[in-house]
């Protein structure tokens, strides 16, 4: 999303419209806020100006001890971290990254996700899927993730069903972007020993032998039948 490229000290600049938008009307979102997850780093103080320079909505930073979403908020979340303890209450999370695969969409599902962004697509869609959001739609996606939204619920009930438990599922999504065992294990909350047990068991499921193979497998496994 190239056009998301203020300088972090944009954002001291920045004066969110929080009650009017820029015609000079009311909001109807200025009683409802995007939480921002996780609390730091440069993608979120990007997208934090961003939000707070076109008045979609007042950005809040997601600290579980300072701030937490209230129902019909929105939590954007950076798809390449761990998503921190919130209680799951009434609040729509959405989730960001550079591209999506049906694999990492049903990992984030499975964690309550109503929406998927992809930063590569144009930043008038990433403007439109936080409106949709704020206004209570789901589910929610960016045009290049929108074709998958159909595919979910069928890829796991049909084709992973027959396959993975959802935890062997959880487990492939997190080896196939490059976690290790132990940062699987620390991920999931679950032990090392497991994480491996698991891995075997996958592996034998589906007739592979390496992650690159796994990998190859899933995508497979989860290409639109034609």
């Known amino acids: 999303m190239e056009t998301i490229s203020h300088s972090p000290q944009d954002s001291k600049k920045a004066t969110p419209m929080n009650e009017r938008d ?6 109807p979102f200025s009683s409802r806020h995007v939480f921002l997850s996780p609390p730091n780093g440069t993608p979120t103080e990007l997208i934090r100006t961003y939000l707070e320079t076109r008045s979609l909505a007042p950005a809040r930073l997601l600290d579980p001890k300072v701030a937490t979403p209230k129902p019909n908020d ?9 998503l921190p303890p919130v209680k799951k209450i009434d ?10 695969h049906l694999i990492d969409m049903v990992f984030w599902k499975r ?28 589910p929610l996606a960016t045009p ?27 487990i492939s ?19 090392t020993g497991t994480v491996h047990n698991h891995r075997k068991s996958i592996y034998r499921k589906l007739g592979v032998h390496s992650i690159s193979q796994l990998m190859h497998r899933l995508r497979t496994m989860a290409a639109p039948t034609k």
Not at 74 to 82: A, E, P, R, W, Y
Not at 91 to 100: A, D, K, N, R, S
Not at 173 to 191: C, P
């Open 22 to 27: 820029r015609d000079g009307h009311h909001s």
């Open 91 to 100: 609040f729509c999370l959405i989730v960001y990254q550079e591209g999506w």
């Open 144 to 170: 290049s993730v929108r074709p998958h939204l159909h595919q979910l619920d069928g890829f796991i009930d049909r084709k992973l069903g027959r396959h993975l438990t959802r935890r062997e599922l959880d």
């Open 173 to 191: 999504v997190l080896l196939m972007k490059g976690f290790s065992d132990k940062e699987t294990a620390k991920q999931l909350k679950i032990s």
């Open 111 to 138: 964690r309550g996700a109503c929406g998927w962004l992809d930063l590569q697509d144009d930043p008038q869609d990433f403007q439109q899927l936080i409106r949709e959001a704020l206004d209570g739609k789901s």
């Open 74 to 82: 929105v939590v954007l979340h950076n798809g390449n971290h761990k």
